[in-house]
């Protein structure tokens, strides 16, 4: 299963739905747009919370997901409805 969610998130990165980094991952969830946001478990408690706290302002699901050494980010949003359902199926 780890190899399919990693597989999602390298074609939606690669078809431009995937925004990486803190901020910018940030400025999606407060854009209001549908999608799904995944930090890495390995992330601090601190970015943690923010994205949980924020992501339940914003009714954004939001899913811990791999090492940032898997993933290659430590927080990552995926803007396709398509994508996101696909990566949602595979993480529930």
Do not use: Q, W
Not at 12 to 39: P, Y
Not at 48 to 69: A, M, N, S, V
């Amino acid at each position: 299963m780890n190899d399919r969610v990693i597989s999602m998130l390298g074609l939606a990165n690669k078809a431009g739905r995937l925004i990486c980094g803190e901020e910018m991952v940030l400025d999606f969830i407060r854009s209001g747009k549908r999608g799904i946001v995944i930090i890495s478990t390995d992330a601090s408690d601190n970015t943690k919370k923010l994205f949980h706290d924020k992501c339940r302002y914003y009714h954004i699901p939001i899913y811990e997901y791999g090492t940032r050494t898997d993933t290659g980010h430590v927080s990552m949003a995926i803007s396709d409805k398509n994508f996101a359902d696909s990566i949602k199926k595979l993480l529930d």
